[in-house]
């Protein structure tokens, strides 16, 4: 089996983190909309079910937070040092 480097360019890279960091906000958005509507939801609906539906949603809820927050660490902390060599690499092809 032959192998394959596969190469990306800063800009991808860029690209990349920027749309990490986009859909982090727009699932901590999603995830303000949710916990701000149960709890509306929860003036009004005030029984056993609502506290079962409650506590069965939140996990699901606290998971889009998660994400959200996994796809932020990665964009800031994982992908700047391979953005900088990525970059260190092309300016070295670039002056050669």
Do not use: C, H
Request: glycine share 2%; no cysteine.
């Amino acid at each position: 089996m032959k192998d394959t480097l596969t190469q990306v360019s800063s800009k991808q890279l860029v690209e990349l983190q920027s749309q990490l960091n986009e859909l982090a906000k727009e699932l901590n958005e999603t995830y303000e909309f949710v916990r701000f509507s149960l709890t509306k939801v929860g003036e009004q609906w005030k029984d056993d079910k609502f506290e079962e539906f409650n506590t069965e949603f939140n996990s699901t809820k606290e998971e889009i937070l998660e994400i959200s927050e996994r796809f932020k660490e990665y964009a800031d902390q994982y992908l700047p040092p391979f953005i900088e060599v990525t970059q260190k690499v092309e300016n070295l092809k670039t002056s050669i």
